[in-house]
T-cell receptor, first 115, second 109 residues
């Protein structure tokens, strides 16, 4: 079964509203999680590194005030897309690894549509 | 910054054929990952390599560190293997993944 769970799998929201996506590690603690974005037919792009108990580290070009990341516990990281615009419509996916482990576990992904 | 290239971008083959997907990168890495992404978007990690060769079922992954090149092979391909296969690398001292553009594989019955 899944070891990293992401919710919701699909969400439609209106322009200007905010939407929160959750990423949970189910049977291990993850001090670090990663958030990615993928546009249709394009490669995954790392948005930010989520660090438990501290601020997220954002990749160049990613607006930290627009994509709020909170990693409040060792098993949960959230990505909030604030003041969503249609161009934020995309596939968002998270990943985590067990401490000292080699396998990367991905969440199921979340399809966001902003109308 | 590591540049990761995959070839081919698209591959269509008949069921049963032997499949090879290639990945090359520009800078030395700590590990290379092969991922499989299905049409619904979900991603599964197939292999993590730092040297040599790994096999899992019909899948084989190899890496040549000196040549900065990796291959993913699928033997006796099956329609359920149809997916996008993505190569990704991690640099030394860094858990971040840098992704290739992916190879869209279609296996025809």
């Amino acid at each position: 079964g899944a070891v990293v769970s992401q919710h919701p799998s699909r969400v439609i929201c209106k322009s200007g509203t905010s939407v929160k996506i959750e990423c949970r590690s189910l049977d291990f603690q993850a001090t670090t999680m990663f958030w990615y974005r993928q546009f249709p037919k394009q490669s995954l792009m790392l948005m930010a590194t989520s660090n438990e108990g501290s601020k997220a580290t954002y990749e160049q070009g990613v607006e930290k005030d627009k994509f709020l990341i909170n990693h409040a516990s060792l098993t949960l990281s959230t990505l909030t897309v604030t003041s969503a615009h249609p161009e934020d419509s995309s596939f968002y996916i998270c990943s985590a690894s067990r401490t000292g482990g080699f396998t990367i576990y991905f969440g199921e992904g979340s399809w966001l549509t902003v109308v | 910054k590591n540049e990761v290239e995959q070839s081919p971008q698209n591959l269509t083959a008949q069921e049963g054929e032997f499949i090879t997907i290639n990945c090359s990168y520009s800078v030395g890495i700590s590990a290379l990952h092969w991922l499989q992404q299905h049409p619904g978007g979900g991603i599964v990690s197939l292999f993590m390599l730092s040297s040599g060769k790994k096999k899992h079922g019909r899948l084989i992954a190899t890496i040549n560190i000196q040549e900065k090149h990796s291959s993913l092979h699928i033997t006796a391909s099956h329609p359920r293997d149809s997916a996008v296969y993505i190569c990704a690398v991690t640099d030394f001292g860094n858990e971040k993944l840098t992704f290739g553009t992916g190879t869209r594989l279609t296996i025809i019955p």
